[in-house]
């Protein structure tokens, strides 16, 4: 199993995976049951303790960070069941995606679709809504069918859209505030291989193809670089063709190129900031062509060896053109110094109550900046052109909004407010910072 239970400890500082986060919580537990889930929430509300849980902390805010209690599902991990006929399984919250995706698989089963990478836990990945791309395919809430909850009572609830349609909606994409998730029941597909297919082409015949690209494609992103004219296409379609060989060439383009050189120029471009311009040219001009086939749980992932910060905005699906011209604009005007490339992806509209794609079929845009670099300036111009096309931000991932303008861009912000009130009134959940974007 993964376990990452050694990096959480009672008064030692925990960080998330950039750095960006740090705290320390006063008491970190590691529940092995849904008994042991109640008795910690009791607990903390006997002794007026808040609570977060953690799942793999890759979150770029402090949305899991405790200075008090720190519950971590680590030792929660794997399947509960499995239903073949119906495609769908009932998982412990704290699995990690890699595991999932290998345990599913021994089940004739996958996922519809994920993210960029496989080491969040499927709770916190579902908690924030984490997507992957495809204009027909909705975030990882979607695939959820039911969560089995500790509320911030100490109660269980094992809440469905059949058993308790308003909570199950403001529980898809709830960010720790409702409870602790400590069973997530998934509509799966079944197991399926995709080809994956990586090129290069300059930004500008991208944007205009957009729409055929998007709609081409079961999967469709790009990454276009600051400064330079090509952009890496990156499509991904079913397909029965055999699993490709794992050559040594995939190795050499997604550890060396993808990681070790990327790291290293990103080195010097942390050093001497004046040479963002040329290291974003010269990674544009590495970008790797090629295919292969796999397993979509394989393919899907990615190594994410060189560390980051990174804000992400959720817009509505035609206004991805518009905003990257305005992005590019202001790279041009601004002085960023950023070599980082863009992430572009598309996402199918939900009726998720904290859904950024609630309501609209959607684009994703994400910009980074490499770690210990300055990235403060760059994001806030960034996030003025996102606000600007109506953007709602990743609720993993930086942004600079609190409570006041949220509740503007979620029209059930209302509702979700309520079932918190109830089923935690106490609110044990708000720490300083979730008390910030909540109330
Ligand atoms: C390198 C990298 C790549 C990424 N790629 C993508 C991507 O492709 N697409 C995308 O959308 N996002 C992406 N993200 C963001 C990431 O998927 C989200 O931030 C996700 O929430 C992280 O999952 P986690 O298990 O680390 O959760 P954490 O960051 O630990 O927690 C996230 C939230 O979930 C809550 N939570 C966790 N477990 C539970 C539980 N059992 N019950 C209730 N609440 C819980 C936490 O309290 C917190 O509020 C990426 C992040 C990184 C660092």
Redesign the pocket.
């Known amino acids: 199993m993964l376990r990452m239970s050694m990096t959480i400890s009672s008064g030692k500082t925990w960080t998330?995976?950039?750095g960006s986060v740090q705290a320390t919580p006063a008491k970190a537990v590691f529940p092995r049951s849904i008994e042991e889930v109640v008795s910690i929430v009791r607990e903390c509300l006997r002794e007026g303790r808040k609570l977060?849980?953690?799942?793999?902390?890759?979150?770029?805010t402090a949305?899991?960070a405790s200075n008090d209690m720190l519950v971590s599902?680590d030792e929660l991990q794997g399947i509960v069941s499995v239903d073949p006929e119906g495609q769908t399984a009932a998982v412990w919250?704290?699995t990690k995606l890699k595991l999932l995706g290998e345990l599913l698989f021994e089940q004739g089963l996958g996922q519809q679709n994920m993210?960029?990478?496989d080491v969040?836990?499927i709770?916190?990945?579902v908690?924030?809504?984490?997507?992957?791309t495809g204009r027909e395919l909705g975030?990882l809430a979607t695939q959820v069918v039911g969560l089995t909850v500790v509320t911030g009572t100490g109660e269980v609830v094992e809440c469905t859209p059949e058993s308790h349609p308003e909570w199950f909606k403001a529980m898809q994409i709830?960010?720790?505030v409702l409870?602790?998730?400590?069973q997530v029941k998934l509509k799966l597909r079944k197991a399926y291989k995709l080809e994956y297919r990586s090129s290069r082409m300059p930004l500008a015949s991208c944007l205009q193809q957009l729409p055929r690209l998007a709609t081409d494609n079961r999967h469709f992103e790009f990454y276009w670089f600051p400064y330079a004219d090509p952009c890496q296409i990156k499509l991904m379609n079913i397909t029965e063709k055999p699993a490709s060989e794992r050559k040594m060439w995939d190795h050499i383009s997604d550890v060396w190129i993808e990681n070790t050189l990327f790291g290293l120029l990103s080195e010097i471009s942390r050093k001497v900031p004046g040479t963002s311009k040329w290291v974003s040219r010269l990674s544009a001009s590495q970008v790797p062509v090629g295919s292969k086939v796999n397993y979509s749980h394989r393919l899907f992932a990615t190594q994410?060896l060189v560390r980051f910060n990174?804000m992400?905005y959720n817009l509505p699906a035609e206004a991805m053109k518009p905003v990257i011209e305005e992005m590019r604009a202001e790279q041009k005007r601004g002085r960023y110094r950023v070599h980082f490339p863009i992430e572009c992806r598309y996402a199918k509209g939900d009726d998720i109550w904290l859904s950024p794609a609630h309501g609209r079929d959607s684009a994703y845009i994400a910009v980074h900046m490499y770690k210990g670099m300055p990235h403060e300036d760059y994001f806030a111009a960034m996030e003025r052109i996102f606000l600007r096309h109506g953007g709602r931000p990743?609720w993993?991932?930086m942004h600079s909004l609190q409570a006041e303008q949220l509740k503007a861009l979620y029209p059930k912000w209302e509702s979700f407010a309520e079932v918190r009130e109830k089923l935690d009134p106490e609110r044990i959940f708000l720490t300083d910072y979730m008390q910030k974007l909540f109330v």
């Open positions: 998330n995976w950039s977060r849980v953690v799942g793999s902390g890759h979150s770029f949305i899991a599902l919250a704290g993210g960029d990478i969040q836990s709770a916190g990945a908690s924030t809504g984490t997507h992957g975030n709830s960010l720790g409870g602790v998730i400590v994410r990174e992400e990743h993993g991932k």
